[in-house]
């Protein structure tokens, strides 16, 4: 099967990975892809088979309503493609006697041919599919061939979820070091604040944080921000309170002194 300019474009983009990007994101940029640049290709699905929940991306609704389908029935190409590891192609959807449930489900969503094109990357397997509303549109020549569709694809999609999970990764690297960096911070504020109340050393600080810790199940971190919380907390009281204090005082005195001044008892005798 001939490959379009539109299609290698579409694919090598989906590997420059941006901020943003996603698995989901890429299988819903492999299934517009074949749809645009395929030739004979109305339509595309790109599913992922790994650890957890599958991610379905579908070019159209009607696509996500057969795979789903296909699902229920246990039965279809991409079923067969995903077990057998091997691609699948159906010429024509009405006179294929594999799957009836399927063929009539893929029918009634004016599907008449399919691929479907497993593909393996790390710790899972991609099953592209591309559907046509015309009988025979996909040549068994996509399966083999240097520049074919399946070589195309084979690499373009490992390289693009490759990039991302890399990606992934080092955003996950970055977050957990500052993640650190902000834990150890408070750690040290909270055994100042031991250090100051009870006159113990750093060493000693940081091991009763530990024990308190361990009692209470929590990390070392969070219960340092628990201790370094409280603390300003009765800062803010303490201090608010003082001041309230002081101008009181004040107040009481000078009010005081002016009732002391208008005090009957107080004035000169004539």
């Known amino acids: 099967m001939e490959t379009t300019s539109?299609?290698?474009?579409?694919?090598?983009?989906?590997?420059?990975?941006?901020?943003?990007?996603?698995?989901?994101?890429?299988l819903r940029g492999i299934s517009e892809a074949m749809a645009r640049g395929v030739p004979g290709c109305a339509g595309g699905t790109a599913e992922l088979w790994a650890d957890g929940p599958v991610l379905l991306a579908a070019s159209h609704s009607e696509l996500t309503a057969l795979i789903d389908r296909e699902r229920e029935l246990r039965e279809g190409p991409s079923r067969e493609a995903l077990a057998s590891?091997?691609?699948?192609?159906?010429?024509?959807?009405?006179?294929?006697?594999?799957?009836?449930?399927?063929?009539?489900?893929?029918?009634?969503?004016?599907?008449?041919?399919?691929?479907?094109?497993?593909?393996?990357?790390?710790?899972?397997?991609?099953?592209?599919?591309?559907?046509?509303?015309?009988?025979?549109?996909?040549?068994?020549?996509?399966?083999?061939?240097?520049?074919?569709?399946?070589?195309?694809?084979?690499?373009?999609?490992?390289?693009?979820?490759?990039?991302?999970?890399?990606?992934?990764?080092?955003?996950?690297?970055?977050?957990?070091?500052?993640?650190?960096?902000?834990?150890?911070?408070?750690?040290?504020?909270?055994?100042?604040?031991?250090?100051?109340?009870?006159?113990?050393?750093?060493?000693?600080?940081?091991?009763?944080?530990?024990k308190v810790s361990q009692h209470h199940q929590v990390k070392v971190a969070d219960l340092a921000r628990t201790l370094v919380s409280e603390r300003g907390r009765r800062s803010v009281v303490t201090g608010t309170a003082t001041r309230l204090g002081g101008g009181q005082g004040d107040g009481g005195q000078g009010d005081g002194g002016r009732r002391g001044q208008g005090d009957p008892d107080h004035r000169r005798p004539t």
């Open 6 to 26: 539109i299609l290698v474009r579409d694919l090598t983009a989906l590997g420059r990975v941006t901020e943003g990007a996603s698995c989901e994101s890429v």
């Open 85 to 210: 590891g091997t691609p699948v192609l159906v010429a024509d959807v009405v006179h294929e006697s594999r799957w009836p449930g399927y063929c009539a489900t893929a029918v009634r969503h004016g599907v008449r041919s399919v691929f479907v094109l497993p593909i393996e990357v790390d710790d899972g397997i991609v099953v592209i599919g591309l559907y046509g509303v015309r009988a025979g549109v996909f040549s068994p020549a996509a399966f083999t061939g240097e520049g074919s569709l399946t070589a195309l694809l084979r690499e373009q999609v490992t390289v693009a979820l490759a990039n991302v999970w890399q990606f992934d990764d080092v955003l996950t690297g970055a977050a957990q070091m500052q993640e650190a960096m902000e834990g150890r911070s408070v750690i040290d504020q909270a055994k100042g604040i031991l250090m100051s109340t009870s006159g113990c050393s750093a060493e000693e600080a940081f091991e009763e944080l530990r």
